[in-house]
């Protein structure tokens, strides 16, 4: 999927927030999250952890999915 590479393509800023959420997940501290976050808001990389959580670690086709029902809502 083009989207998938894109999605975890360091060369776009979506690595600013998924390296976040998987610190998170993988048990560091929240200070810790919240060092990484690289002057990002936390509440899409908390929501990115969740997924995460939620359909397994790195499923980044579950966070595409999430994102466009999200969109679809707004």
């Not at 998170?24 to 929240?30: C, E, M, Q």
């Not at 397994?56 to 595409?64: K, M, P, T």
Request: no cysteine; net charge negative.
């Amino acid at each position: 999927f083009f989207f998938l590479e894109i999605l975890v393509n360091k060369n776009y800023e979506s690595g600013d927030y998924i390296r976040p959420a998987i610190s998170l997940l993988n048990g560091h501290s929240f200070t810790n999250f919240l060092e990484n976050l690289n002057q990002r808001l936390p509440l899409y990389p908390l929501l990115i952890s969740l997924i995460f959580k939620i359909f397994g670690q790195e499923n980044f086709l579950a966070v595409l999915i999430t994102n466009s029902l999200i969109f679809g809502l707004i």
